[in-house]
């Protein structure tokens, strides 16, 4: 299983690129999954619903299933944020995990920039930017770039930079995350 990240301001379109991106990965044969920061607080479970219900009693974990799909909440109540690791581990083994945000973790990710969010970019200051994707060249020195609509250049980029989930954990450790 492979890692690679998209990082980028707010605003920058990370979330609209995924889904450009996930089809032309699935097109060449690659099974995909993704994991998402949630800066806000979020909840995808609906008040007055059985699971919702069930949370509110003080259950740690639901897990609601169908004929289509499951889906596992995990209450933290009051207990650390999840690393990146314990959430990697948590997926069952595809080709490639797309991770959207975790911007100050240290994985490989693709920089998601967009000029009209009048926002820095990150790569100066993350020595894990592998590359940018931008409406504007970045400066001299900048990792590779690629236009944000160029889709199979930022794909071909992203297979290129994707580490393997053991040296990203490796790499996490060396930085005490």
């Known amino acids: 299983m492979k890692i690679i990240g998209l990082a980028g301001w707010s605003g920058a379109g990370k979330t609209t690129l995924l889904a450009k991106l996930i089809p032309v990965l699935n ?8 994991i998402k920061h949630a800066h806000h607080a979020f909840d995808v479970d609906v008040p007055g619903k059985d699971s919702w219900v069930h949370r509110e009693a003080g259950a740690q974990e639901v897990l609601v ?20 690791p314990q959430l990697l581990a948590k997926l069952t083994v595809v080709d490639l995990v797309l991770v959207e945000g975790f ?17 820095p970019f990150l790569w100066p200051d993350d020595p894990d930017i592998a590359g940018v994707a931008s409406d504007v060249a970045p400066a001299d020195g900048a990792p590779p770039h690629v236009g944000l609509d160029d889709i199979e250049s930022i794909v071909d980029m992203m297979l290129g930079a994707a580490l393997s989930i053991e040296a990203v954990q490796a790499l996490l450790s060396a930085r005490g995350e």
């Open 103 to 119: 911007k100050r973790s240290a994985h490989p990710k693709i920089e998601v920039h967009r000029t009209a969010n009048g926002k």
């Open 27 to 34: 097109a060449r044969g690659l099974s995909v999954s993704t």
């Open 65 to 84: 299933a169908s004929a289509n799909r499951f889906a596992l909440m995990h209450e933290l109540r009051g207990a650390a944020e999840w690393t990146l």
